[in-house]
């Protein structure tokens, strides 16, 4: 599985070098984080929905981060476009999975 994170917006002001896309290559993590992402996809039903999933979680502020997702496997596709607040993100398994790929695209908490 590929996973692609970019910032369309990286908040109040744009900085380049945080809106470079991370690309996670699931089949090159350790076999538990590998397979918590396939948990995690599934259990989100991402590859169920049709279209790109756009989430407007609750509680929004202009100026907050903005993030797309891109899920490919086994020729399938989908694109996740979430904003920050991400902990007010109502469906759990989808703030589960966009949680733990922000965790891993960007390990040093800088997001």
Same mark, same amino acid.
């Given at each position: ?7 369309p917006s ?23 984080? =590998?397979?918590?992402? $396939?948990?995690?996809? &599934?259990?989100?039903? #991402?590859?169920?929905?049709? +279209?790109?999933i756009d %989430?407007?979680? =609750?509680g929004?502020? $202009?100026?907050?981060? &903005?993030?797309?997702i #891109?899920?490919?496997?086994? +020729?399938?596709?989908? %694109?996740?476009r979430v904003r920050e607040p991400?902990?007010?993100i &109502? ?8 949680q733990?790929v922000l965790?891993h695209?960007?390990p040093s908490?800088?997001?």
């Open positions: 599985m590929r996973i692609t994170v970019s910032k990286t908040g109040p002001a744009f900085f380049p070098k945080l809106a470079r896309p991370v690309v996670i290559d699931t089949d090159q993590a350790q076999n538990d984080i =590998s397979e918590t992402f $396939r948990k995690l996809v &599934e259990r989100a039903k #991402v590859f169920d929905q049709p +279209g790109p %989430i407007q979680s =609750s929004q502020l $202009r100026d907050f981060k &903005e993030y797309e #891109v899920v490919e496997e086994a +020729g399938k596709r989908q %694109i996740i991400i902990a007010l &109502e469906d759990e398994p989808l703030r589960e999975l966009i733990y965790q695209a960007y908490g800088v997001k």
